[in-house]
């Protein structure tokens, strides 16, 4: 599916994203919310205004998460283990979110990163985007 490339341009590219993690989670849950309303309806006891505390905190959450997945993409389904437990079993996530919320983070990125999102960069990060999506959603099976 990746290529060794793909991986390591991706465990780089999450990595120097760490430290902004808050501002490029918010933004793309934001975007998720503006673009899919009833995404919403699972954040409902939060306060989820543009930079809010809950809705910087769960961004950096996510990215995070993100991000230490990035570091062994072969380990993805171990790294993200409880996180499927998690959504699938406590929260109760529609698996369809996770798929919406990768493309926000795909626009997310590509405005944030500007011309260091090359078409590389997006067809990698899509790729494990989609597998990050994929691995979340095993638990709904």
């Avoid at 910087?56 to 991000?67: E, N």
């Avoid at 698996?95 to 090359?118: I, Q, R, W, Y």
Wanted: with cysteine; charged share 20%; net charge negative.
């Amino acid at each position: 599916m990746l290529s060794k490339k793909e991986k390591e341009l991706i465990a780089d590219i999450w990595e120097s994203l760490t430290p902004v993690a808050e501002d490029i989670g918010a933004d793309a849950l934001l975007r998720m919310f503006a673009s899919y309303p009833g995404t919403k309806t699972y954040f409902s006891h939060l306060d989820i205004s543009p930079r809010s505390a809950h809705l910087l905190s769960h961004g950096k959450k996510i990215v995070l998460a993100i991000a230490e997945g990035a570091q062994d993409i072969g380990q993805l389904t171990v790294t993200l283990a409880p996180l499927q437990t998690l959504h699938a079993y406590q929260l109760r996530i529609d698996p369809t979110n996770f798929k919406l919320f990768s493309h926000c983070m795909l626009v997310a990125l590509a405005c944030h990163m500007g011309e260091d999102f090359t078409p590389v960069a997006h067809a990698a990060m899509d790729k494990y985007l989609s597998a990050f999506a994929a691995v979340l959603s095993e638990k709904y099976r």
